[in-house]
């Protein structure tokens, strides 16, 4: 009986080959009972997001279940099994619960750090236990990637900082204003980017909202979206007064925003910062503007800037992830052989304790004037005999489990004295 | 006995201002909470090396500059041990440590800080009021740095180091404003009381005495900042720089005491 993931993914499969083979809902549940029929895995969990496509199955025989695994999959998505065969990644046992954990992690992700796949990875999960495929081993295998990935996203910070320039600008506001509770945010222009962006900064609690626009019923349109309060165009410098945030999306030519206007504007906000963020192309504030004390001004090139070194902080900390999940791997691998070896052990001593008490019980009949103290002798010579000849075996067992390779060593024990299995 | 301690807890404070140093680039939870644990072992052992001196002299151990300054250290490292638990300020001691560390570090020989013509209580007094002041200050000094440092990758707009390690420009202001109006008061009064010694003891308020002098410059200093604070647009970077000015000559102030002649230096 073995674990063992095999897949592809956007690490090693071009995205034709991914779409080809990703699997909806309600052909999976079909897949998983049609695999399940075969009867050569005794466990299996199906994955497929659009970055991978994934089994995750335990079987008597790894190799053959694979290869029946993967040629039902094809002929359900109707695809040439010769060419997802080049592409397949195979991992077993130990590295088959790495990559497990590393994936619920994200740190097998396109985007390292991105939310989705343990959400993804659950719903895997779900759906195979809803199918009845998922049995003590995936089951136990699963649990603990979950919890290693919440481990991984509170104790590093792999998905702390912002990966899109909508969540890079929210970061900067509160790099700048510390909470975001009751700061006014105005969005000049009515863009889906800058719409997205508000939205964020709302979340965090920024409030009000003003909308502005050159067409005013668009304007009117967005501060019903947002819950906000539309602002006549030409009241701009009037508005800047009044917030700690503005957002600009115009399809202006020129700037609009320019160093004498905010300067004025600032002369009366007794210091209160005010940050621009300039989503437009080509843009709506003046490049001067972001000179001036206590404004800071983020055009879309400077909040990819952000972006990237935010990428670059992932993968540093996607080093401390790897690391974390390398003890984590040690630990479930340990925790498992012993839950493997345990019922052996436990029948291994049954079954000498069955052998003692009865050769005990014989011998004794045949002495019945034996004094207490002979008894007693008896009892302790014959225990401490079967614990002597256990030591050996049970310690053998113990350190072929933490090895990760306990099966020869059960299956011997089992032989040699006569076990049955469970 | 005192002698010792003090070395071990200069010391610790070494090793917590290494650590402290090592988790604001690394940003890794257990270099924090070694670092805080170092803190707080150091500053055990600075409080009863300070106490087994006290207890020696059988006076406060305020009269000589070495003993002041030992004695504003500690106050520096419990008000960053207290701030940093209630703001949840994390990097703030590898901002503090260092200039506690260096402060430690002097080791002019045992001048007596007060003339045989001067003692008494309210001497005690001027001189425990103006370390506590002082102290207050060092924070101040520290949150500027940090204001200045988070501001600059603001507008560079270069995330580094400092960026991801140093929080909200409106936390270090505060920070700032905070530590400025606890410092000042204990400042002033130290200083009161200080010139009304002065006008007794040495008949006159105005004599010639280098650290008297600096403190005057470096309170009116302070004195511009807040007054610009609370009349409004000082703020931010241009109450950070104030806060440096201010702190340097401050630092003026207490070499003034260590190696200038003066009444101060007796």
């Known amino acids: ?422 | 006995m005192h002698q010792t301690l003090l070395t071990v807890a200069i010391i610790g404070y070494v090793v917590a201002t290494g650590l402290a140093l090592a988790y604001l680039v690394q940003r890794e939870e257990l270099l924090h909470r070694l670092a805080s644990l170092a803190t707080l072992t150091a500053w055990v052992l600075h409080t009863v090396a300070l106490l087994t001196l006290a207890f020696n002299l059988g006076r406060p151990p305020l009269a000589s500059m070495p003993e002041a300054v030992s004695v504003a250290v500690w106050v520096v490292v419990v008000l960053e041990m207290w701030i940093e638990r209630r703001s949840g300020l994390s990097v703030l001691g590898a901002f503090v440590l260092p200039v506690a560390v260096v402060f430690s570090m002097q080791s002019t020989p045992t001048r007596s800080l007060i003339g045989p013509t001067l003692s008494g209580a309210w001497l005690w007094v001027h001189i425990g009021l103006a370390l506590v002041g002082i102290a207050a200050l060092v924070l101040n000094f520290a949150g500027a740095v940090m204001y200045l440092l988070q501001e600059h990758q603001l507008r560079t707009k270069r995330p580094g180091t400092f960026y991801y390690s140093l929080p909200a420009l409106a936390t270090l202001d505060r920070l700032t404003y905070r530590t400025l109006a606890l410092g000042f008061p204990f400042l002033t009064t130290g200083l009161i009381l200080g010139v009304l010694w002065a006008g007794t003891a040495w008949g006159s308020v105005f004599t010639f005495d280098p650290l008297a002098l600096s403190s005057y410059v470096a309170w009116a200093v302070y004195a511009a900042t807040l007054a610009g604070r609370a009349t409004g647009g000082w703020h931010g970077r241009r109450a950070a720089y104030f806060a440096i000015v201010g702190f340097a000559v401050l630092m003026l102030t207490l070499g003034a005491g260590l190696f200038l002649p003066g009444k101060h230096g007796g």
């Not at chain 1, 083979?21 to 969990?45: N, S, T």
């Open chain 1, 1 to 422: 009986m073995a674990l063992f993931v095999s897949g592809l993914s956007h690490r090693n499969a071009p995205v034709e080959l991914r779409e080809q083979l990703a699997v909806d809902e309600d052909k999976l549940r079909e897949l998983l009972r049609d695999i399940a029929a075969a009867g050569v895995v005794r466990e299996v969990i199906i994955l497929s997001t659009c970055n991978r496509v994934e089994v995750y199955a335990v079987a008597d025989v790894p190799g053959e279940a694979r290869a029946t695994t993967f040629r039902r999959l094809c002929r359900h998505r109707g695809v040439e099994p010769s060419s997802v065969e080049a592409a397949l990644y195979t991992y077993t046992e130990g590295d088959a619960v790495r990559h497990a954990f590393r994936v619920a992690s994200s740190l097998d992700s396109m985007v390292i750090g991105e939310p989705q796949i343990l959400g993804q990875v659950k719903d895997a999960f779900a759906l195979a236990q809803s199918c009845e495929a998922v049995g003590p081993a995936l089951h136990s295998l699963f649990t603990q990637a979950f919890a290693v990935a919440k481990k991984v996203r509170t104790e590093t910070e792999i998905a702390r900082h912002a990966v899109s320039v909508s969540f890079a600008a929210v970061e900067l506001a509160k790099k700048i204003f510390a909470g975001l509770e009751g700061k006014a945010v105005l969005l000049v222009g009515a863009g889906k980017m800058s719409e997205l962006a508000a939205r964020h900064l709302v979340e965090q609690g920024a409030f009000p909202v003003y909308v502005t626009n050159r067409t005013w019923a668009r304007a009117q349109e967005m501060a019903r979206t947002l819950s906000g309060t539309a602002v006549p165009f030409d009241e701009l410098s009037t508005a800047l007064a009044a917030v700690e945030i503005v957002i600009t999306s115009t399809g202006a030519p020129e700037p609009l925003i320019g160093r004498d206007m905010v300067q004025r504007v600032m002369h009366g906000r007794r210091g209160r910062p005010l940050f621009f963020i300039d989503i437009a192309v080509p843009r709506d504030v003046d490049g001067a503007v972001g000179s001036l004390d206590d404004v800071y001004c983020y055009d879309i090139d400077d909040l990819k800037q952000v972006v990237d070194a935010n990428l670059r902080e992932r993968v540093r900390e996607a080093h401390r992830a790897e690391a974390l999940i390398d003890r984590e791997v040690g630990k479930f691998l340990a925790r498992q052989g012993d839950v493997e070896v345990i019922p052996t052990i436990v029948s291994l001593r049954e079954r000498l304790e069955a052998i003692r008490a009865g050769e005990v019980k014989r011998t004794l009949a045949r002495l019945p004037g034996a004094p207490p103290e002979t008894r007693e002798a008896i009892e302790a010579l014959s225990t401490a005999i079967v614990n002597k000849i256990l030591h050996a075996p049970i310690t053998k067992l113990r350190e072929s489990s933490r090895a990760g390779s306990p099966r020869s060593w059960l299956d011997l024990v089992h032989e040699l004295f006569g076990l049955t299995r469970r």
